[in-house]
């Protein structure tokens, strides 16, 4: 019985730790997922700026396709060979930025847009560029003014389709990161801000090149382009973060500014002026796209410096959340093996001994007959009794054989005739105060001895003798303390200690009893009273027990001397 509960106890502390490691394991496989999950949106934003940047790019390099094309359109005879080589070397360029773009798009799991991208961008730009080439390829006869302007057309579209994959994206992602959002958005402008920096020349451009008057509809589209420009310029200054606002980012934003808005802009602004004048253009349309197309530079570097500053964000913020992943599972690694070793550690050494120690005490405390006949009965109890119980059970059964130890001791201590303390008793009381010499400066000894008791004894016999005893030892208890000592030392002798008292205090209570004593009365067989008294020693201090005793012995040896029935002093 005591093996199956033991086993049902086990089974139990052992479900009771697979709870508490399960709930650990439910506390921290959420923690891990949770950081898992950040670190993943991290590495997607990383690779969506990566991506936007691949595709902005692409569209600056399709705007800026139009500055060579617009060269070798306005180019001298002496000049087109080498303007045309510059441009054909570039499209080289765009042509392989298309295919790489497509392919960082399908690698990141946008395989519309790269489809997109393939299907719309190259033939509008491959539209663009026949017009263009269609252009240059006419006699300098035949050119006018609005066959050009419809050829630097065709290249607006060629990047509008650009600017529609670059839109899409910008909708079609999800950045997981509120930080890197608002630099998602100003990538986009920028590229507007670059492409339309660049139609603010390419709209006079064709008028430019043959010297004709703007007309109004290139005239408007030019002034509008240019507000655009300003707005898109504040704009970007509008939605960066305060906190990102570095230095770099002010000089970068201001060059545009100075470079573009109040060097580049003005040049147009020149050339307007002229047609609205009816003066000669001051700049032949070569020299307007060789004059204006480095301040474009500006905002190219505004923008590569937010996709690299973004970039730098999200490759810092995809490393904290890879930290804090791999903390999250090494501390949750690191708990539950400690939990593990821990339970197991408390199973070993403190669990099981419990519950050994718990049968040993059921089986101590199982020790009376009743309980082995009712064992049936009680085996089913036992299975819900706790090891509190059986300390419980054992503690009482404890103190059932201290009450029992205690009795024994008493009476192996005590005078049977009379109940009072024998030499056993004295034994360990004069242990006790040899152990503390100091109380034997204030305690009392008296020695009791009752007058001719042999003859009592041996005239009236045991019976009345053992009267005699016992009502000389009632006079004893009647007349001290409870807390004193009263001890049946032999016969017909008594002793009795009392501590802390004067030696006129200890003669008084020894006459007191003296005199009750002598008082008593027992009667024969024929009904005439017995006379009998006792004499007594008293001392009081001394360095040791033996001479508290000698010196009592003798005080009493005088009283006996004085002829009996006598209190004598030490």
């Not at 120690?357 to 009743?370: C, G, H, V, Y």
């Not at 089913?380 to 059970?393: G, H, N, R, V, Y």
């Not at 009450?403 to 109940?419: V, Y």
Request: with cysteine; aromatic share 8%.
């Amino acid at each position: 019985m005591n093996s199956l509960r033991s086993e049902k106890l086990s089974k139990r502390l052992y479900w009771a730790m697979s709870i508490i490691i399960l709930c650990l394991l439910l506390i921290c496989i959420p923690l891990i997922f949770s950081k898992g999950q950040s670190f993943l949106q991290s590495v997607k934003t990383y690779h969506e700026l990566e991506t936007i940047s691949s595709i902005a790019d692409l569209a600056n390099q399709i705007s800026r396709e139009r500055a060579p094309a617009n060269k070798a359109m306005s180019s001298s005879p002496s000049e087109l060979a080498a303007h045309q080589q510059e441009l054909m070397e570039y499209r080289l360029t765009v042509d392989a930025k298309i295919k790489e773009t497509a392919e960082i798009l399908k690698e990141h799991g946008f395989d519309e847009l790269s489809t997109q991208l393939i299907q719309t961008v190259q033939p509008s730009l491959a539209r663009g560029r026949a017009e263009v080439d269609r252009y240059v390829a006419l006699p300098y006869s035949q050119r006018n003014a609005e066959a050009l302007d419809h050829s630097v057309l065709a290249m607006f579209d060629a990047w509008e389709s650009s600017r529609n994959i670059l839109k899409e994206f910008v909708i079609t992602s999800k950045t997981p990161s509120p930080r890197l959002t608002p630099f998602i958005t100003q990538i986009l402008l920028l590229s507007d801000l670059r492409d339309q920096s660049g139609r603010v020349a390419s709209n006079i451009m064709a008028h430019v090149t043959f010297g004709k008057y703007l007309p109004d509809e290139n005239l408007t589209r030019s002034l509008q382009t240019q507000r655009q420009v300003v707005y898109l310029w504040d704009l970007v200054d509008t939605l960066q973060p305060k906190q990102d606002k570095t230095p770099e980012f002010v000089r970068l934003h201001q060059d545009i500014q100075t470079q573009f808005i109040e060097k580049g802009i003005p040049i147009v602004s020149d050339l307007i002026d002229d047609s609205i004048q009816h003066r000669p253009y001051r700049l032949t349309g070569t020299q307007l796209t060789e004059n204006i197309v480095d301040k474009f530079a500006t905002v190219i570097k505004l923008q590569t410096y937010l996709i690299d500053y973004s970039t730098d964000l999200a490759q810092r913020e995809m490393q904290q959340n890879l930290n804090y992943l791999l903390w999250s599972v090494a501390i949750s690694l690191i708990s539950v093996l400690a939990a593990v070793f821990s339970m197991v550690f408390a199973r070993r050494s403190i669990f099981l001994p419990l519950i050994a120690a718990r049968e040993i005490l059921f089986d101590l405390s199982k020790s009376s007959e009743q309980e082995v006949h009712n064992k049936n009965e009680q085996s089913s109890k036992d299975e819900t009794e706790t090891l509190f119980a059986a300390i419980q059970k054992l503690e009482r059964m404890l103190q059932q054989r201290d009450a029992l130890e205690f009795r024994l001791k008493n009476i192996a201590h005590s005078d049977s005739l009379t109940g009072l303390s024998n030499r056993f008793a004295l034994e360990e009381y004069t242990k006790f105060l040899e152990e503390h010499p100091s109380k034997f400066t204030k305690t009392c000894l008296m020695i009791i001895d009752i007058d001719h008791f042999k003859q009592v004894n041996d005239q009236h016999g045991h019976i009345v003798g053992d009267q005699v005893i016992q009502s000389v030892a009632d006079c004893l208890k009647w007349n001290v303390r409870t807390s004193d000592m009263i001890v049946r030392y032999g016969g017909d002798e008594f002793l009795v200690l009392i501590e802390n008292i004067e030696l006129v205090n200890a003669l008084n209570v020894a006459n007191k009893i003296r005199k009750e004593v002598n008082g008593e009365t027992i009667l024969d067989g024929e009904g005439q009273r017995i006379p009998f008294s006792v004499s007594i020693g008293v001392a009081v201090g001394a360095d040791s027990w033996l001479e508290l005793f000698a010196k009592a012995d003798s005080a009493l040896f005088e009283a006996k001397a004085k002829g009996r029935n006598v209190v004598e002093a030490a």
